[in-house]
């Protein structure tokens, strides 16, 4: 992590394609001034980092303040041509993401006819997920249909997409058309 | 979309139909309104008057499921009053093409149709070819099986009168909307149309995107800045997540999928021979296609083994979602994952696809939150927990900033998120499960030699050895390798059909084109030229910002006018020039073979007014909604004929006698699809609290409904409860002089999360678009009723 004297915008631009984090220590404009007499500029400190709005298709820029390890504001990047600093509602709220107390911190079984979730630790819940899927794709495995190679198993499905990033749907196509699955899809199609 | 944000504010006319930016893309309205500074017009065609009809110059509403009449009657007018860009649509499109001899339509049917099957035979549309196999051409575009004929007499059926009966729009409204749109047709002038899910979301929905296609290229629209054909993404990744291969019937890059179904398709050999045009650029697929085996399959992919091509799974049917959704239902499936998807709420007639996730083993879904999806099982689904057996694995997903990786928004620009904070909690990114799964997985096949097993253990899987994958390995894999040299790859144009290249998505190849500059993190925002920003990001392919810019030139190279200038032959340095990267190879001067060709991805180059590819047809046809509340006007099809239609509880059909009022679903600004991200936060759930639906005073009064009432909707797959939102934004048209009323709703809500409400999809059908299999949700009947 870089930390340096010099206000956003011209540590962003001269950021080109290096990672974009440090501590801003100051926004362009003198906030001593205006907040000498009250306590501690909230975003002053915080580590600013670019984003891209998680919602829609149109690809707006955001900056992320963090500070003690946690989302304090979050704002729109004027230097992203597309929105040039404006956002929308939902670009706007983008920290609740973060603080939300709704927001799912472990993982989370529920056995068959249960009426509970019950915690368990991410070893578990991955070996398990392995098992089952080798158990289902073994047991419904189809090398060759009316003479042709297929390689397929047509009893595992995978939904779902469109919010992953680029290196994280092609991972997920990789995996599944590796493991033969051809119930695949997402968001395009509803 | 062909062209891209910021080069919104270039168009002269903006026409926005199926689609509410205002409301559901807010940022991009802001360059709509630079356009409206420069002069530019909007104009907004909705069923109801939305957010963007009030920034709109002009207003015109249609009933849902009209767009094939109101943009076929736009054709005619343009034709009629001779408002067509000529020369454009003479050399580059297939206007002049000759259709074969034998080449019908019939009362809403077009040759070589099988009612059995409710298919085409597309060989039936074909275009006559000399001996050579070139399309046989007639300049002057007068010959009656000339495209260009065949299309004015199609068209010709779509007046204004049997238009505006059709689509219940007022004439004058109609006639502004014409008049105002194709003004643009002039040279020095654009029009762009900029569509959404309104368009898509209907058994028509192809044909709808065609219609405004065809209307853009008699416009001479295509390849101009402030033009173009702009789909306007939903989802910050939907882009990207269709570029990579997510849906059933295509590899990364659009490269298609291999069938079982197909002969041909046994080989290696056998597909690319079947699926690889002769002429155009697409006849460099095998180049990418192999590529894409060594990405996968790495040494395992050798020339003696196909390059692993029969690792590739080959699927026999149709496996989109509604069909998906079906096996399940029936039994068939076992195990589903679910990777940031909520089907409950989002899904088509989602009543039945909760039931259908009862009948899985086990499922996995990876969210931030709990969703209504992996909560199926609860009480407060309705369901009664111990009867259901499904086995569900629910773990925590990192938020999008709290990880790092690029997205590609509707522009096709690929930009990078860095990571700003660690995942709360014990949540990971998605990335690292995939990861981990993919690992875990080669772990239990190790040793194995079953046959079976043989493709799983051939993928290769190499991301660093750390717990965490080395994110810039799968940047680089994405991108390419000269496998000989171990060097990256500088863009697709490197790639070989021998084993030599890899390229993980042959269409981004070029955005890594060396060690430590992944131009997905490019932050330089200096306006290059005509706000094309080509140093900002990257857009994917070969970072071109306006597809088909070869068209904003006419044959001999020139700009068609100045005001509208992308790039230009420059006869000096014997090379396209311009703002944007050229679209063409940009050594191949306007006289050379193919010289004036701009629509390279087609096999003669230039764009199609005659499709014989779609399955419902070479022209767009009207055809009414799977539930419609009136006979087609146009023939006596009354649905589109190429559907195909699950009959039974899956799917039951409501008829206009039970249900008689139109229904439609949309967004708000403050929710976002189907709510998890957003109902689960504190200050939108306090912005939009509450379900409603929406509908006219005049149906308010007919049925005594006050505003705010609580009321009972219903269709033929069940019913919700929601409050009246009474408006004057809908308005009951006038459909042949019959009084047809419309309702709307948001679908975002559910039982989970701060803002709860029923859903709207409980209502909505299981029936798909005759090409994509993309569900009606825009056009359904329903009725309603007081609630107490």
Request: aromatic residues 10%.
């Amino acid at each position: 992590m870089v930390e340096m004297n010099l206000n956003r915008r011209q540590f962003l631009k001269l950021s080109g394609a290096t990672a974009a984090t440090l501590a801003v220590v100051e926004l362009g404009f003198n906030e001593k001034k205006a907040y000498a007499k009250s306590k501690e500029f909230k975003i002053a400190k915080a580590t600013v980092t670019p984003t891209i709005c998680c919602y829609c298709g149109v690809g707006c820029g955001i900056l992320v303040h963090t500070k003690n390890n946690t989302v304090v504001y979050t704002e729109g990047d004027p230097d992203n041509p597309i929105n040039e600093g404006k956002l929308c509602s939902k670009g706007t709220t983008l920290r609740q993401l973060y603080t939300s107390e709704k927001r799912l911190t472990k993982p989370l079984y529920r056995a068959p006819g249960s009426s509970k979730w019950e915690v368990k630790d991410w070893d578990w819940m991955l070996d398990t997920i392995a098992k089952r899927t080798k158990d289902t794709r073994d047991s419904s495995f189809v090398d060759v249909e009316n003479g042709i190679t297929v390689n397929k198993t047509e009893r595992i499905a995978s939904l779902g997409g469109a919010a992953l990033d680029n290196e994280e749907t092609y991972l997920l196509a990789k995996l599944m058309r590796g493991l033969g699955v051809t119930y695949l899809e997402h968001q395009a199609r509803i | 979309m062909t062209n891209h944000w910021n080069d919104l504010q270039h168009t002269d006319c903006a026409l926005i139909i199926g689609a509410n930016p205002a409301e559901n893309h807010p940022i991009s309205f802001r360059w709509l309104t630079k356009a409206k500074e420069n002069g530019g017009k909007i104009v907004s065609v909705d069923p109801r008057y939305t957010r963007t009809s009030a920034q709109a110059d002009v207003y015109a509403p249609l009933r849902s499921g009209t767009d094939i009449p109101f943009i076929g009657g736009m054709i005619n007018y343009a034709l009629e009053n001779n408002l067509i860009h000529k020369e454009y649509v003479a050399n580059y499109t297939n206007a002049a093409f000759i259709v074969k001899e034998g080449f019908d339509f019939n009362d809403g049917l077009f040759s070589g149709y099988d009612e059995d099957t409710r298919t085409y035979d597309k060989t039936k549309w074909a275009i006559e070819t000399t001996e050579d196999g070139k399309p046989v051409k007639d300049a002057t575009l007068t010959h009656p099986r000339s495209v260009f004929q065949l299309m004015k007499k199609h068209y010709s059926r779509y007046d204004i009168k049997t238009v505006t009966a059709v689509t219940g729009t007022p004439k004058e409204d109609y006639l502004k909307v014409c008049e105002t749109f194709c003004a643009t047709g002039k040279v020095g002038k654009a029009g762009t149309i900029l569509y959404a899910m309104g368009t898509t979301q209907h058994t028509v929905g192809s044909q709808n995107v065609r219609i405004y296609a065809m209307l853009q290229l008699l416009l001479g629209n295509i390849g101009l800045p402030g033009g173009g054909i702009n789909a306007m993404r939903g989802e910050s990744n939907v882009q990207g997540s269709t570029d990579f291969g997510l849906l059933f019937d295509n590899l990364t890059g659009y490269l298609g999928a291999p069938k079982a179904t197909v002969p041909e398709h046994a080989t290696l050999k056998g597909f690319l021979e079947k699926e690889t045009p002769v002429t155009g650029y697409w006849s460099n697929k095998p180049k990418f296609v192999v590529s894409l085996l060594k990405a996968w399959y790495g040494k395992n992919a050798t020339k003696d083994n196909e390059f692993g091509y029969q690792f590739l799974p080959k699927g026999n049917k149709n496996y989109s979602h509604i069909n998906l959704f079906n096996a399940m239902y029936k039994g068939e499936l076992d195990g589903t994952f679910l990777f940031g998807t909520n089907p409950v709420v989002g899904g088509p007639n989602a009543g039945k696809e909760k039931e259908a996730l009862g009948k899985l083993k086990w499922l996995v879904a990876i969210d931030l939150w709990e969703t209504e999806t992996s909560a199926f099982w609860q009480k407060e689904a309705g369901s009664n927990p111990a009867e259901i057996n499904t086995e569900v694995f629910l773990l925590p997903a990192s938020a999008s900033f709290e990880k790092e990786g690029s997205v590609s928004n509707s522009s096709r620009w690929m930009q990078y998120r860095w990571k700003a904070i660690d995942s709360r909690g014990e949540a990971r990114p998605d990335l690292d499960v995939i990861h981990e799964l993919a690992l875990k997985l080669k772990k239990l096949y190790t040793g194995s030699t079953k046959s079976a097993d043989k493709p799983f253990l051939a993928l290769d899987w190499n991301y660093g050895s750390g717990d965490e994958p080395d994110i810039d390995l799968v940047c680089k894999e994405i991108n390419g390798y000269d496998l000989k040299t171990g060097k990256l790859i500088a863009g697709f144009g490197a790639l070989l059909d021998d084993g030599t290249t890899s390229s993980g998505n042959w269409i981004y190849s070029g955005f890594y084109p060396e060690e430590g500059k992944n131009f997905a993190k490019r932050r330089d925002n200096k306006d290059t030229g005509n706000a094309n920003y080509l140093n900002w990001s990257f857009a994917w392919p070969a970072n071109r910002r306006i597809l088909y810019n070869r068209a904003s030139a006419d044959p001999s190279g020139r700009p068609w006018s100045k005001e509208k200038e992308v790039i230009h032959w420059d006869a000096a340095q014997k090379l396209w020039v311009g703002n944007d990267v050229p679209d063409f190879k940009p050594i191949v001067s306007p006289t050379e073979p193919g010289g004036a060709n701009p629509f390279i991805m087609n096999k003669d180059g230039v764009s199609l007014l005659f499709a014989p590819t779609l399955n419902d047809g070479p022209f767009p046809e009207h055809y009414e909604p799977f539930e419609s509340p009136v006979p087609n006007a146009f023939s006596n099809q009354q649905l589109n004929p190429a559907v195909v239609i699950i009959e039974g509880d899956f799917n039951k059909k409501g008829t206009k006698k039970n249900f008689p009022i139109v229904a439609t679903t949309y967004r708000v600004s403050e929710h976002w699809q189907s709510g998890s991200m957003t109902r689960n936060q504190e200050w939108l759930s306090e912005l939009a609290g509450h379900m409603f639906v929406e509908l006219s005073e005049e149906l308010a009064k007919e049925k005594g409904i006050k505003n705010k009432d609580k009321i009972i909707i219903s269709s033929a797959r069940g019913k919700i409860k929601a409050y009246a939102m009474v408006t004057k934004r809908f308005k009951p048209y006038n459909v042949n002089g019959k009084k047809v009323h419309q309702i709307g709703m948001p679908w975002h809500f559910g039982f989970k999360g701060f803002a709860t409400g029923d859903t709207a999809n409980r209502l909505t059908p299981h029936i798909g678009d005759a090409n994509t299999m993309i569900p009606e949700y825009k056009a359904f009947l329903c009725d309603i009723r007081r609630a107490d």
